[in-house]
Nanobody, 111 residues
Framework: VQLVESGGGLVQAGGSLRLSCAVS????????MGWYRQAPGKQRELVAS???????NYADSVKGRFTISRDNPKNTVYLQMNSLKPEDTAAYYC??????WGQGTQVTVSS
């Protein structure tokens, strides 16, 4: 199983980014998929998740700004991030179930 994230970058506060997590070797429809982030000196935290049934869950800090979605034919999970804030700066990781991680993609939000 391999997870490959992309879409990170440098953006000004108030801007948007869309992260992608392309999965190979497994079917994203069958498992809980999650996006996590880790800022320097902080613990990795759950940002958003989506179940096999399509139920989504968000951290309070991103509710109303971030949206997790899944493209089944492409076997890819997305994280649409709007109204970005400097405190959203972190490395973002995709996770399949509780087992597999991607390598991460850096998001930096400038003030």
């Amino acid at each position: 199983v391999q997870l490959v994230e992309s879409g990170g970058g440098l953006v000004q506060a108030g801007g948007s980014l869309r992260l992608s997590c392309a999965v190979s070797g497994s079917d994203v429809r069958l498992y809980v998929m999650g996006w996590y982030r880790q800022a320097p000196g902080k613990q990795r935290e759950l940002v958003a998740s989506i179940t096999s049934g399509g139920i989504t869950n968000y951290a309070d800090s991103v509710k109303g700004r971030f949206t997790i979605s899944r493209d089944n034919p492409k076997n890819t999970v997305y994280l649409q991030m709007n109204s970005l804030k400097p405190e959203d700066t972190a490395a973002y990781y995709c996770r399949l179930q509780l087992t597999y991680w991607g390598q991460g993609t850096q998001v930096t939000v400038s003030s």
